[in-house]
């Protein structure tokens, strides 16, 4: 046996279930690597089909009329929203007639640090949108608890101000599910299963609505 096992821990199970993870230590990498790969297919099973779909249909309307999208989320989902933009608005107008108009309120550590310093952090996307945002335009905000003060606030500001709103959650979802017009829920209590499943959401829309302005062939002879 390997000095560096334990008996008392915990291999891969096929019919574990429960959101909480990890709830007892691993006794290697691969084994741990394996519970997580069964924790991230439970989560990626617990997202809504219809709320994919309304999202979807949200996000192509407005870049079909080229409103404004704004994407959002502090930390790992500071990250996603940053990557938002890229691939909504590089990927999806690569090899069709979307002109995406995509903006991280995330990406500007300049601005995010005046606006904190000087009025609050609660405040860094609510002001950015109302300098920015007009009605009709999409926020998509991220935030793996759904509770974050200026993720809820910019929820508010948007539906107070006819900003569409597409919130994307893990944990109980927070004020956040329940605030946005759209709530694409990830059923979870592990921030990296999480943000892991938000990545993969971003990813699938983005290459959802590409494709779905695409002949046949274009999507056979194209690398997504």
Request: proline share 3%.
């Amino acid at each position: 046996m390997n000095p560096g096992y334990d008996l008392q821990t915990v291999a891969p199970s096929a019919d574990r279930a429960s959101a909480k993870f990890p709830a007892a230590s691993h006794g290697s990498a691969a084994w741990y690597f394996d519970a997580y790969a069964e924790e991230v297919a439970r989560a990626f099973a617990s997202i809504e089909p219809a709320a994919l779909d309304k999202a979807a249909a949200i996000l192509i309307e407005a870049y079909t009329r080229r409103a404004a999208v704004f994407a959002c989320g502090n930390g790992g989902s500071a990250a996603i929203a940053n990557h938002l933009q890229c691939d909504h608005l590089k990927a999806i107008r690569t090899k069709t007639d979307l002109v995406p108009r995509v903006v991280s309120l995330s990406s500007n550590v300049e601005l995010l640090t005046a606006i904190a310093n000087d009025m609050a952090y609660e405040d860094v996307f609510a002001y950015q949108l109302q300098s920015q945002a007009s009605p009709g335009d999409v926020l998509i905000a991220i935030s793996s608890s759904g509770r974050s003060p200026n993720i809820v606030r910019a929820l508010a500001w948007a539906h107070d101000h006819d900003v569409r709103t597409i919130a994307i959650t893990g944990f109980d979802g927070g004020d956040a599910r329940t605030l946005a017009e759209v709530s694409i829920h990830v059923d979870g209590a592990n921030y990296g299963i999480i943000e892991d499943a938000h990545q993969a959401i971003m990813h699938a829309l983005a290459q959802y609505i590409r494709q779905s302005r695409m002949t046949a062939d274009v999507i056979s002879s194209s690398v997504f």
